[in-house]
């Protein structure tokens, strides 16, 4: 079982920066990605952006790239998303999750294991 939990969700003005915290504890299956998702009320939920934990391979969405940052820390066994330049758009509850597959996909429903969201709120 894996526990995930993010933080650093906020208000910001447009043009602004935040930089969100995903924390795991638990066992992991390798291999694996950590990635995060957003969904905005009354949309479906949408990828964001990962990493492949042991190569540190990044994919990103097209909507957020060059805006946005993905890393990770494994000693710490946290991934980190470093937005800038946010559009009010970009407002949404963001989740942080673990995909175990060799595999990368962007399909929500394949990413194993969740955390509670944190929200970000763009204002214009």
């Known amino acids: 079982q894996v526990q995930l939990v993010e933080s650093g969700g906020g208000l910001v003005q447009a043009g602004g920066s935040l930089r969100l915290s995903c924390a795991a504890s638990?066992?992991?299956?390798?291999?694996?990605?950590m990635g995060w998702f957003r969904q905005a009320p009354g949309k479906e939920r949408e990828f964001v952006a990962a990493i492949y934990w042991s190569g540190g391979r990044t994919y990103y969405a097209d909507s957020v790239k060059g805006r946005f940052t993905i890393s990770r820390d494994i000693a710490k066994n946290s991934v980190y998303l470093q937005m800038n330049s946010l559009k009010p758009e970009d407002t949404a509850a963001y989740y942080c999750a673990v995909l175990i597959s060799g595999i990368f996909t962007t399909v929500w429903t394949e990413y194993r294991y969740w955390g509670q969201g944190t929200q970000v709120t763009v204002s214009s």
């Open positions: 638990g066992r992991t299956l390798s291999p694996f990605f």
